[in-house]
């Protein structure tokens, strides 16, 4: 049985068959962010009202380090898929993939903008 209406099928648009593996991608992160999102605030938390040297040696600690890791790389890989569905319902033709692509870069610059300032405090030493 085809779940593809005549229109579809005329001009070449049937399914993509990419559906259920995104649905799937979307729903792992949305948990991951579940259980992430609180780890996260607990250690924003812990480093509010510091001066600068024990913030940067509050986040290169193991723990706070990892946690906002994985905070920053599932959170914007989730905004990059979901932007995507949002992109590839209102926009359409040239604008829909410059948008992709702009939203692409501006997900992976954050993902490596954090890591490079995570690991710049992890491997700095400050003098408390």
């Not at 005549?6 to 559906?19: E, H, N, V, W």
């Not at 259980?35 to 913030?55: K, Q, S």
């Not at 906002?68 to 604008?95: E, N, P, Q, S």
């Not at 903008?113 to 400050?126: E, G, I, R, V, Y």
Request: no cysteine; aromatic share 10%; glycine share 10%.
């Amino acid at each position: 049985m085809r779940y593809i209406t005549p229109r579809k099928a005329a001009i070449g648009m049937g399914s993509a068959r990419s559906g259920t593996l995104h649905h799937w991608q979307m729903t792992v992160t949305s948990a991951a962010l579940l259980i992430l999102t609180p780890l996260f605030l607990i250690v924003v938390g812990g480093a509010i009202g510091l001066e600068r040297e024990a913030v940067i040696a509050h986040f290169g600690r193991p723990f706070a380090g990892i946690i906002t890791a994985l905070f920053i790389v599932v959170g914007m890989v989730h905004f990059i898929k979901g932007t995507r569905i949002m992109l590839d319902d209102y926009l359409h033709g040239t604008a829909n993939r410059v948008a992709i692509i702009v939203s692409h870069i501006f997900g992976w610059g954050v993902i490596a903008t954090a890591l490079f300032a995570l690991a710049k405090m992890a491997f700095t030493t400050p003098v408390i």
